[in-house]
């Protein structure tokens, strides 16, 4: 299973990027995803979270201004982020899990890591 985030950069506060992830080896269509994020010194949390139907969860820190998709048929992860903050510098992970009718955003959820893309937010 690999997967490959990208679209991350630097902005400044007020801007949007999206960012995306690309799945393969994976019966991605059938399977739960997340995003997560990891500032430096502070643990990984969970941003948002979409099962197999596209019913999602999102974090009350991004709610409003985040959005997880998915294209099942281009194996693509999608996250929009409009209105970034300075606290949303964070490196991006995208995570697939191992049941596909609901999601959780919480780390030991995810079975599958990749290996993270940097947004970078000034003031």
């Known amino acids: 299973v690999q997967l490959v985030e990208s679209g991350g950069d630097s902005v400044q506060a007020g801007g949007s990027l999206r960012l995306s992830c690309a799945v393969s080896?994976?019966?991605?269509?059938?399977?739960?995803m997340g995003w997560f994020r990891q500032a430096p010194g502070k643990e990984r949390e969970g941003v948002a979270c979409i099962d197999s139907n596209g019913r999602t969860l999102i974090s009350d820190s991004v709610k409003g201004r985040f959005t997880i998709s998915r294209d099942n048929a281009k194996n693509i992860l999608y996250l929009q982020m409009n209105n970034l903050k300075f606290e949303d510098t964070a490196m991006y992970y995208c995570a697939a899990g191992s049941r596909g009718d609901y999601c959780i955003i919480a780390v030991g959820w995810y079975n599958y890591w990749g290996q993270g893309t940097q947004v970078t937010v000034s003031s």
């Open positions: 080896g994976y019966t991605y269509s059938t399977y739960s």
